[in-house]
């Protein structure tokens, strides 16, 4: 199972009373493939994704940021192009 190299494991769970996660993890044997999360805290998903995963690369903050930036340097996209008056055909040239 975690014979490819790129291949990771997370295991989140509430508590471990039987000792399977564990022996599961030894019998594996390749702890750098394996992520354990085990506790009450980390088993609630709200306290797990606000206090210990990373936040998403776009945030609220950064992306109203870049509205407010758009508005101010006046960042609109440009109208497309219309073809010429009496253009029948469309041959493609005007297409870089």
């Known amino acids: 199972m975690l014979t490819i190299p790129s291949t990771h494991l997370?295991?989140?769970?509430?508590?471990d009373p039987l000792?399977?996660?564990?022996?599961?993890?030894?019998?594996l044997g390749r702890p750098s493939q394996i992520s354990l999360l085990i506790g009450p805290a980390l088993a609630d998903l709200t306290t797990l994704t606000e206090h210990y995963l990373p936040k998403p690369a776009i945030d609220k903050t950064t992306f109203r940021m870049s509205e407010l930036l758009k508005q101010r340097m006046g960042a609109e996209p440009l109208p497309a192009k219309r073809p010429a008056a009496g253009a029948d055909s469309f041959d493609g040239s005007d297409l870089v």
């Open 10 to 15: 997370v295991v989140i769970s509430y508590d």
């Open 19 to 27: 000792g399977r996660i564990m022996q599961t993890y030894q019998e």
